[in-house]
T-cell receptor, first 115, second 114 residues
């Protein structure tokens, strides 16, 4: 399996622009997670889906952030408008809960820089 | 509020010696614990896990210990190798109420020097 795929790997944009991050989970996984990693806050959960349905979006920082999962093989995280404080590495992860196994598998991340 | 805490942001160990990374948690409902390793420019990768019904789990050079009464777990790496240099994240889950979700600590940067 190719693992979790994220695109783009790097994104540089100007403040006020719309940014869309993309994720393809591992085939067969039914959970999908979006995380943001910063020096100040570490690895924080933004939102997660189960069977394409958002379960908990309490980590989404504000209304400028939105996430969708139109099908089992694709998800997007959108920031509109972007601000310099959104600069971070954004990770997507997926998992398949079976028995006692709870491991999440992470993508390589998207490094976002907002100038 | 941080439910999983890694109070040491960094640890430096000589090659061949033991590395001990520590993690504390506050939620007594957590029943499954994991350690992830992260190299620069890569996503975290799963390393080892332990269920709350156990107090030790071993996989090669890696051993995780769980002390439920102290709400503390630790990862031992013996012997440490330069390739182990990475950020290590502790994570926990309450499988009964937040199915699928993991709570992460902020990570500990391990440096293994020759």
């Amino acid at each position: 399996d190719a693992g979790v795929i994220q695109s783009p790997r790097h994104e540089v944009t100007e403040m006020g622009q719309e940014v869309t991050l993309r994720c393809k989970p591992i085939s067969g996984h039914d959970y999908l997670f979006w995380y943001r990693q910063t020096m100040m806050r570490g690895l924080e959960l933004l939102i997660y889906f189960n069977n394409n349905v958002p379960i908990d979006d309490s980590g989404m920082p504000e209304d400028r952030f939105s996430a969708k999962m139109p099908n089992a093989s694709f998800s997007t995280l959108k920031i509109q408008p972007s601000e310099p404080r959104d600069s971070a590495v954004y990770f997507c992860a997926s998992s398949f809960i079976r028995g006692a196994s709870y491991e999440q598998y992470f993508g390589p991340g998207t490094r976002l820089t907002v100038t | 509020d941080q439910q999983v805490k890694q109070n040491s942001p960094s640890l430096s160990v000589q090659e061949g010696r033991i590395s001990i990374l520590n993690c504390d948690y506050t939620n007594s409902m957590f029943d499954y614990f994991l350690w992830y390793k992260k190299y620069p420019a890569e996503g975290p990768t799963f390393l080892i896990s332990i269920s709350s019904i156990k107090d030790k789990n071993e996989d090669g050079r890696f051993t995780v210990f769980l002390n439920k009464s102290a709400k503390h777990l630790s990862l031992h790496i013996v012997p440490s190798q330069p390739g182990d240099s990475a950020v290590y994240f502790c994570a926990a889950s309450d499988r009964g109420s937040t199915l699928g979700r993991l709570y992460f600590g902020r990570g500990t940067q391990l440096t293994v020097w020759p």
